[in-house]
Each structure stands twice: as structure tokens, then as C-alpha cells.
């Protein structure tokens, strides 16, 4: 399946000189088992790859924006911008739903799961601008997709630590207390990422990665409270 990037590129003001590599940062796994021969890969280790890129912008741009924070509070900080709710609105706002190369199944749901694949594609892209131009672009990129999110967060204190919130939040409206699992691990022992899902009672409400366990446990506290709009 042919797609012109050309309009996004436009959009975005970013224009690859590797189409195929932009390519593939919209290729979802479940479009290459469905169609094994496209000649393409899927986007799970743009993903990988793109997620690092993006934890360093914006840990640097925290670290430089607020010099008298604490580290705890730019971890906080970090993971209420970095998560899949607001990645997927960035994706979305960007127009990058209309480019997902996806299965026949996928591609009909468009609640919950949709807004996490497009979270993924979302790293994925940074991963591939960061191989197509370095890290200079993917950090412009960033800054400009992103960064003007923090203010509203902040001022709204959706900063303030999820896992806590979303306990109280979950005893005071569904009397249960939150539970977490991993779902998935992804990469070597020493560059691991993890998967998380919060649950309530046998009930998976959202998930979210991160490079360690508590990350990814308050970023999916984090999506949770988006979810269940608790935040």
C-alpha cells in the first residue's frame, strides 16, 4: 500500500530525504502479519529507539527550563508529559492518524487502543527523524510538538504523583484499589523497557511504558486518570 507522506511532510515542516524509513515509522505489526510481503519492517524498533531520544529533549529541556526542582519533581514532571494520552493528542493533532498502515481488525477500533498505537507512532517518528537527521531534528521536533503542553500541566498539577491520585481517585469512585502488572518487557537486560498495566479488579484500564517499572506504573496511573477524566 502506497501513502504519500507528502501533505504530512508539509505539515510538520520535516521532510526525509529515506522515505522509506518514514515509511515504516507508520507501520504497525499487526499490517505486516496480515501482509508479510510488503518488503518493510513495523515500527517496534523506531519505537524503542525513538523513545530514548525523546526521554533525553525532554529531560533536558526540564532540567534546563527548572533549575530548583528537585529530581523528583522533573521525574514528575516528565512522565505526565510523556505519556500515552498526551503523545497520542500530539500524533493526532499532527494528522498521523490518517497515515497508520494497520490490520483490517485494528484499524476499526478507534477508542482506547488507537490512542496507544498512535502514542507508539509517535516515538517511532522521532525515531526515524533522529536516524534520517540526527539529533538535532529530533530534538526541534520535539520542542515544537511538546513542549508547549508543560505549561497547562504543570498549572493544572497533572504533574502531582498519579499513583497516589489515582488510588484515591479509584477507593472514592469504584471502591477498589488499583493494581498493577507488567504486561511486556522490550530490549536487552541493560537498555530494558517495561509495559505496564493498571487494573482495577479483573478490569485493565490503561497501560504505559517506561525504563523502569515505577516509570511506567505512574505513567499508566497517569493515562488512567485521563482516561476515567479524573485529572
Do not use: C
Request: aromatic share 10%.
Amino acid at each position: 500500500m502506497d501513502i504519500d507522506f507528502r501533505k504530512f511532510e508539509e505539515k510538520t515542516g520535516v521532510t526525509f530525504k529515506d522515505k522509506a524509513l518514514l515509511r515504516q515509522a507508520f507501520v504497525h505489526r499487526s499490517y505486516i502479519n496480515e501482509n508479510p510481503g510488503t518488503g518493510t519492517g513495523h515500527n517496534e524498533r523506531l519505537e524503542f529507539l525513538g523513545d530514548a531520544v525523546l526521554e533525553l529533549s525532554v529531560t533536558d529541556y526540564l532540567y534546563k527550563k527548572y533549575p530548583e526542582k528537585t529530581e523528583g519533581d522533573l521525574t514528575a514532571y516528565r512522565a505526565a508529559l510523556v505519556n500515552a494520552t498526551i503523545l497520542g493528542e500530539a500524533a493526532s493533532a499532527l494528522g498521523m492518524n490518517e497515515y497508520l498502515l494497520l490490520s483490517k481488525g485494528e484499524a476499526k477500533d478507534t477508542g482506547k487502543a488507537r490512542q496507544y498505537i498512535l502514542a507508539n507512532v509517535f516515538e517511532s517518528f522521532i525515531g526515524a527523524l533522529y536516524l534520517d537527521q540526527g539529533y538535532d531534528a529530533a530534538d526541534k521536533f520535539v520542542a515544537e510538538t511538546l513542549f508547549q503542553r508543560l505549561d497547562s500541566i504543570v498549572k493544572a498539577g497533572l504533574f502531582r504523583d498519579p499513583k497516589s491520585t489515582v488510588q484515591e481517585k479509584a477507593q472514592e469512585h469504584v471502591g477498589v484499589t488499583p493494581s498493577y502488572k507488567v504486561l511486556k518487557e522490550i530490549g536487552p537486560d541493560h537498555d530494558k523497557s517495561f509495559v505496564v498495566g493498571i487494573y482495577f479488579g479483573g478490569d485493565l484500564v490503561a497501560e504505559g511504558k517506561g525504563k523502569s517499572k515505577q516509570e511506567a506504573e505512574q505513567r499508566a496511573a497517569q493515562t488512567a486518570l485521563s482516561t476515567k477524566r479524573w485529572s
